[in-house]
């Protein structure tokens, strides 16, 4: 559903630390009665797009045109696309409209967004949790970051007393992986690259519980991801969440000339984590061509050329694209959707094409004739639909397809089931389904019910070549221990059944291991930096050999010896910031960390049986000599445990349960956080090397609440730090001819490092040639714009150890010529009335369920063909529609049909305008019509109302647009 009001913008501002924000913006009105909630993403992780890489990390910025889906208790809106975005897309601000106030839960409100909007699938508030899809099977990366499309960010506020204005931060759902190919056999021309994963799943819809914040896969779960491109190095793909540790991976290369395809057993660490971005390369030496004979097919676009024979079903795409659609034959539900992509495939073209990639779990054989023919797969399993669930299905159900010519498009077919009468199409390029009527396309979702018929026409398999011993690979030592010192290291292999012509080569992600060296055979060699911090690191060397399974080696590296202040007393604190992260004020140890984590989904706050743990990092040499806790416990006596430990010594606790007026000084209970100051039992103990200081607390009973935690500490004398380099740029704003050419601006660094150098970066393709030679200045190349609308850019320029900066490039608008712009419209309500009622209900309908019709209504009841009916057997029914802006003239699209004998018409009606469909054009019930009713403009706050003229008939699927 679009949202239907205008949308009101105010300016977040957000640097890249924890930072104030800017309100400063005047409120747009929201025409018609509405109910409308500030949304502010205003922290450093409310991003999308990912920049060029910086040291070792990606900086992420939103990309400008994001939309997204915001909910506030049971009430929500979709396609929130009117964002107000900071000038350094760190932050944004939207105006969310709702067509009626939420209800309060308990007094308070939640509210909830998703980005893209296009990634929902549905809100169930009185099941608490969301469904959405986490990346999609075929994406279309960019140069620096994943499909946008794919990456799926989630915010959740704090539960507020008011509805009007709501601060978040959103987080990652998705996981990314950056990845490349090297030895790729020459000669082919890349048009795409899969991911196949042996028994974890990639992509699907998931559901996300709103209380417990636990992420649960739901279906249309996918194990591969097809990625559009013609590059085989720095590919960007969005994935889910999922742990891919020792698990096989099989990646795909499309070319036209063939496929190459290498399986490879992912380390024994290998994760895909939400937010992080995963890098690895994959070698696929010695894969070469295969030496098979391709199979030829060509698109059947005429009902008379339908014969019995083989088929391939292509979704409806025709936009010359070589992704193939294809339903799978799994049997017992709807069939999941098969992605491949064919070299030479194009729906605008009658061609013979060939290739070798057609799955044998995606070949149909159609027999009979086109309009009594049965399908069946390879196993003999049938594909059908039901009567009353939409989803295309396969299984021993038998019945026959009609194949006829499509009204959309002379090349493209309809293919419906006879017995149901309903229609094949895709849903959102997710899944395959089946409706009653020909669809038209709905920006993007249910699409036009085309299907394109490939028949196989020739075709015969090649010989399969001799298969060599597998070769084996070992590794020994399995760990490698190194001095914080650094300096050279080694490890052994042998390689068994040895491919002529094939090495060893050795990858990791860790950025201060390099050097690999392989001269002296069987042993591999590799430089170590330099451990500078208080905390001993770990990672992870796979070496990869064409063929063999890999082996990983561990190195791991003692920490520095970080001295400092040796007596002094230092104090820090550790503030809960969210149920997962703390923020540190104060002097923190030289290089250390802090992480939070809580069970419990409030901040701060512990019901019984649940706990909260900070693990302090980097304390190695460090003597805690007290602490204070500031903390509050509710009226009813909360109760809990509490303990200190570094290593395994404890140097304070807690050990039983204790009720919280009792923890150390504390003498009473109270509703404000207060200081307990805790007694350590060991107050002199040096914090070992790598040893983490966990402090942990219990609640046993009722609540405990904490706020902070704050210590006291010695530590060794700190090492001199050199002075922190200062980036500035000067002008912030450059301004270019539309003509485009050369431009540049100038820079400074305050406290250079040796060797360190700018870098310009920017996601725009018409900026490009970066040039550093003069000094103090950064030139490079604007393209022309040849539109007539004027164009924005960032370049942000990075120097290792500052603060980047960045410079907007503008570009004036191209004098451009011509006539007039074309017409537009949009989808200003969309309902599909989905349910799974099997009979005709007698219950009125819940408006809270269809919310596009959340005006009054009158006998109006769910129904056994989907949809609503209308009416009794004695009374008229009707339906209002919310609140529309309909200021330009609109149509209204509804399928409808008869209800038994029943003779009434279907009158919609529009302020004094009025039509109706007339019962004798109605079809008998079950075989919905489509009928589309013109209207005049009417007003900014207009209704649409439908109804019986008399007694009962159904209605489904209304779509009103406005030009």
């Known amino acids: 559903m679009k949202n239907l009001f205008k949308k009101s913008m105010l300016f977040a501002a957000a640097a890249m630390a924890f930072v104030s924000c800017s309100n400063d913006a005047t409120e747009d009105v929201i025409n018609g009665p509405s109910f409308k909630v500030e949304v502010n993403a205003v922290t450093t992780d409310s991003r999308s797009a990912f920049g060029e890489l910086n040291g070792d990390k990606y900086p992420t910025l939103w990309e400008g045109n994001e939309s997204w889906f915001v909910g506030v208790n049971n009430a929500y809106t979709e396609d929130v696309n009117t964002i107000t975005f900071s000038e350094d897309k760190k932050s944004a601000k939207a105006m969310a409209a709702f067509s ?54 989630f915010a959740k506020s704090e539960a507020m007393n008011s509805a009007n204005s709501f601060n978040i931060g959103f987080e990652h759902f998705s996981a990314y992986a950056k990845f490349s190919f090297k030895n ?73 000339k063939g496929l190459l395809s290498k399986e490879v057993t992912m380390p024994a660490t290998a994760k895909f984590e939400s937010g992080k971005v995963a890098t690895f390369t994959v070698d696929m030496s010695g894969i070469e ?3 098979v004979a391709g199979e030829n097919w060509q698109l059947v676009t005429a009902v008379a050329n339908v014969t019995a024979g083989e088929y391939i079903v292509v979704g409806p795409r025709t936009d010359g694209s070589t992704v193939a659609y294809l339903p799978s034959t799994t049997i017992g539900s709807s069939p999941s959707q098969k992605v491949i992509n064919i070299p030479g495939l194009d729906l605008n073209s009658t061609d013979v094409i060939t290739t070798t990639l057609v799955p044998e779990d995606a070949r149909f054989t159609f027999t009979g004739t086109a309009t009594a023919m049965t399908i069946t797969n390879a196993d003999g399993n049938y594909l059908y639909t039901t009567t009353g669930n939409n989803g295309l299905r396969v299984g021993t159900t038998k019945g026959t ?3 006829a010519s499509n009204p959309n498009s002379a090349k493209a077919l309809t293919l419906k089931f006879d017995s149901t009468g309903r229609y094949v199409t895709m849903y959102n390029d997710q899944d395959w389904r089946c409706y009653t009527s020909v669809y038209e396309k709905y920006n993007g979702n249910t699409q036009n019910g085309e299907i394109y018929l490939y028949k196989k026409v020739t075709g015969d398999g090649g010989e399969t070549p001799d298969v060599p011993a597998t070769p084996v690979l070992e590794v020994n030592p399995a760990t490698v221990e190194v001095a914080a010192a650094g300096g050279n290291a080694e490890f052994g292999y042998t390689v068994t059944n040895p491919a002529e012509g094939v090495s ?31 905390e001993a690191r770990e990672a992870v060397i796979t070496l990869a050999y064409t063929g063999a399974e890999s082996k990983t080696v561990t190195v791991k590296q003692a920490a520095a010896e970080v001295g400092g202040g040796e007596g002094q007393t230092c104090t820090v604190t550790y503030t809960v910031a969210t149920t997962s992260s703390c923020t540190t004020s104060g002097t923190a140890p030289q290089g250390s960390s802090a992480s939070y984590s809580q069970t419990y989904a409030t901040k701060e706050q512990l019901t019984a049986g649940n706990s909260a743990t900070f693990t302090l990092k980097g304390y190695t040499g460090a003597t805690i000599t007290g602490m204070v806790l500031n903390m509050k416990s509710n009226a009813n006596k909360g109760a809990g445990k509490f303990s200190v430990v570094a290593g395994s010594t404890t140097l304070a606790a807690i050990s039983s349960a204790t009720n919280f007026n009792a923890w150390y000084d504390n003498n009473s209970y109270g509703g404000t956080f207060r200081d307990i100051n805790v007694v350590m039992t060991n107050d002199s103990y040096v914090v070992g090397n790598g040893e983490n200081v966990v402090v942990k607390f219990e609640a046993t009973t009722n609540s405990i609440y904490i706020h902070s935690i704050t210590l006291k500490y010695t530590l060794g004398e700190t090492p001199d730090v050199p002075a922190t380099p200062v980036l500035e740029v000067n002008p912030a704003t450059v301004e270019v001819a539309a003509a485009g050419g050369n431009a540049e601006f100038g820079y400074t660094v305050t406290n250079p490092a040796e060797g360190v150098s700018v870098m310009a970066s920017t996601t725009a393709n018409w900026i490009s040639d970066f040039n550093y030679a003069t000094a103090g200045k950064v030139t490079f190349t604007v393209a022309e714009n040849t539109v007539a609308e004027a164009r924005e850019a960032v370049i942000t320029l990075a120097y290792s150890g500052a603060e980047s900066k960045t410079v907007t490039v503008k570009q004036a608008a191209a004098e451009v010529g011509g006539g007039d712009e074309p017409g537009t419209s949009v989808v200003v309500l969309r309902e599909e009335f989905d349910n799974t009622t099997t009979a005709d209900s007698s219950t009125a309908i819940n408006t809270s369920k269809f919310p596009n019709f959340s005006g009054a209504t009158s006998k109006a009841f769910t129904s056994k063909y989907g949809g609503l009916k209308f009416g009794s057997s004695s009374a008229a029914g009707y339906i209002t529609s919310k609140s529309l802006d309909l200021s330009s003239a609109f149509t209204v699209q509804i399928d409808a049909c008869k209800y038994g004998s029943d003779t009434g018409n279907i009158v919609v009606t529009c302020g004094t305008q009025s039509q109706t469909i007339q019962n004798s054009e109605l079809g008998a019930a079950g075989s919905f019509k489509t009928f589309t009713l013109t209207f005049a403009a009417a007003t900014a706050t207009s209704t649409v109302k439908i109804a019986t003229s008399s007694k009962r008939a159904y209605i489904d699927n209304v779509v009103i647009t406005r030009n």
């Not at 999922?242 to 290369?253: E, M, R, Y």
């Not at 992600?509 to 170590?528: E, L, Q």
Request: contains cysteine.
């Open 100 to 153: 009626s106030e939420p209800v309060a839960d308990n007094g308070t409100y939640t509210l909830y967004a998703l980005s893209p909007s296009s990634a929902w699938s549905s809100y169930h508030f009185g099941n608490d949790y969301l469904r959405f899809y986490i990346a999609r099977n075929i994406q279309t990366p960019t140069a620096t970051s994943c499909d946008p499309a794919s990456q799926v960010l």
């Open 184 to 256: 790729v056999a020459e000669g082919g021309v890349v048009s795409s690259v899969t991911v196949s994963a042996e028994d974890v799943n990639l992509a699907g819809r998931y559901a996300y519980t709103l209380s417990t914040g636990k992420l649960a896969e739901l279906d249309r779960l996918e194990k591969s991801i097809t990625l559009m491109t013609s590059s085989t190095e720095n590919l960007w793909m969005a994935v889910a969440p999922v742990d891919v540790s020792g698990k096989k991976l099989t990646f795909t290369i499309t070319t036209d």
């Open 289 to 291: 061509y295969p030496a």
């Open 401 to 403: 397809w009609v194949i």
């Open 504 to 534: 060893v080569v050795a990858s990791t992600t860790a950025n201060w291991i390099s050097d690999f060296n392989y001269a002296t055979a069987g042993k591999v060699t590799f430089t170590v930096a330099e451990n500078t911090v208080a």
